[in-house]
């Protein structure tokens, strides 16, 4: 068991104080995230923690030992860096670069023996870069160099790694690899890591806990979904975020967002028919396209609730985990009556929002143009006993189109709006080409598209 103690810790660069008053603690088996913006604070940390830059004010301990107390040797054979840019330039073979891990374990003159060379063959097997022993390190990719240095720290034999962004310059699979190999370090070993990064996703996929630094000072803490707020980005990094849960992780994901330059406002009006976060993002793609847009019902809890509140979008609620009632119900209906056009999303149907079907029933019925994004098969998502397939026959019959995407529903819209402009109203593109052919409704999406 290894406790790393950052107490009060104050670090200044000359006269220009950058960390103030910095305290936490992390104990073995912890992936902890640092997070915050450029000139927060963040590497400086690490600096501190690896005895790169000593703080003016504070102490860190390292079981029980101030770390700039210890010698070096004894405080590089406990903690490993791994550099945001390892520049490398001399061409040395890969296996010779993690073999330097050892050299703290060295007595003064010696050289590697057998037992270092096999630690040196293990961290190479372990971070899957054994084959590369034998090429010269300037030839290598950025994945493979960034896991060849990995794989020095661990030859080391550390008990805390830190980390400076060590996926900064790569690729998304790159990414995901490093990032894989780290928490597989973290649990098996039972490394205590600490990194600093840019991306809150992957920081919130990866890190047990994460410190969000700004100016020098923590101001948040904890888990991922404690930390990655909406109020504590929009206070740390100045930019509007939505915040959503992962429907497969249960983890949050957050999606930054922006009011679009010389916004066009449109004269259609929307009314979207959503829920278990189906509906977020086509929120953010509707208002920043110029759309009025309403939504319901939504439970309160919903993650598509959470997104038109703070996206402004006027909603139909209900209770959390409760049925659409009568009176939820029939705001959503005078709300529809609203609308230019209806826009069902692919949502999950039970027996508790059923009702949001017969509500886009009842809009066809007055002739609102409804739109469906049947993205993902009704059967898949149908948890009423096959009522809800009924329900979707039925809105086939009345004329609903059946839309295959976000993208052939914005063309759709831009047609529609086009076509309002000239005359048709709340009829639309669509219903204009249906009076006058009977082909189907993929053939008039693709008519559409294409005028």
Do not use: W
């Not at 402004?312 to 009568?326: G, L, N, Q, Y």
Request: charged share 25%.
């Amino acid at each position: 068991m290894v406790n790393l103690k950052i107490e009060n810790v104050a670090c200044y660069y000359d006269s220009a104080k950058i960390l103030e008053d910095v305290c936490f603690s992390v104990e073995t088996g912890t992936f902890l995230g640092i997070l915050g913006p450029n000139g927060s604070g963040k590497t400086t940390l690490l600096k501190s923690i690896s005895r790169v830059l000593k703080p003016r004010k504070g102490t860190i301990v390292l079981d029980n030992s101030d770390i700039y107390s210890m010698k070096n040797t004894d405080v590089a054979k406990s903690m490993a860096v791994v550099p945001q840019d390892s520049n490398i330039t001399f061409s040395f073979k890969s296996f010779d670069i993690v073999l330097m891990g050892r050299t703290p374990h060295l007595a003064r003159l010696a050289s590697e023996g057998a037992k270092d060379i096999a630690i040196a063959k293990q961290a190479m097997e372990y971070t899957g870069t054994i084959h590369l022993a034998n090429r010269l390190i300037t030839e290598l990719s950025g994945g493979e160099r960034q896991r060849v240095i990995i794989a020095r720290a661990l030859t080391q034999q550390p008990k805390i790694l830190l980390l400076d962004e060590p996926t900064s310059h790569l690729d998304i699979s790159n990414q995901l690899e490093i990032m894989d190999l780290l928490k597989q370090l973290c649990v098996e070993k039972k490394l205590l890591i600490v990194g600093v990064f840019h991306d809150f996703n992957l920081a919130a996929r990866y890190c047990d806990s994460i410190i969000m630094l700004k100016d020098g000072k923590i101001v948040a803490a904890g888990k991922a979904s404690e930390t990655l707020t909406c109020e504590n980005i929009r206070n740390v990094f100045g930019i509007n975020v939505i915040v959503n849960k992962h429907p497969v992780t249960d983890l949050p994901f957050v999606i930054p967002v922006s009011k679009p330059k010389d916004q066009r406002q449109r004269s259609l009006s929307v009314h979207l028919i959503s829920g278990a976060g189906t509906g977020s993002t086509l929120m953010k793609i509707l208002t920043d396209s110029g759309y009025n847009v309403t939504a319901g019902v939504l439970n309160v809890l919903d993650t598509d609730f959470s997104t038109a509140q703070y996206l402004k979008i006027p909603v139909v609620s209900e209770a959390p985990f409760s049925p659409v009632t009568e009176k939820a119900q029939k705001a959503n209906l005078e709300m529809i009556r609203k609308a230019s056009i209806v826009v069902l999303a692919s949502v999950p149907f039970g027996s508790g929002n059923l009702q949001n079907l017969e509500a886009a029933k009842e809009a066809l019925k007055a002739g609102i143009a409804t739109y469906v994004l049947d993205e993902v098969p009704i059967e898949i998502r149908d948890f009423t006993g096959g009522k809800a397939k009924t329900l979707f026959s039925e809105l086939k019959k009345l004329g609903a189109v059946f839309v295959n995407g976000q993208e052939a529903l914005l063309h759709l819209l831009n047609v529609s709006e086009q076509k309002a402009k000239e005359g048709c109203g709340k009829q639309g593109a669509v219903e204009q080409l249906k009076e006058k052919d009977d082909s189907t409704e993929n053939d008039i999406t693709n008519k559409v598209e294409n005028a």
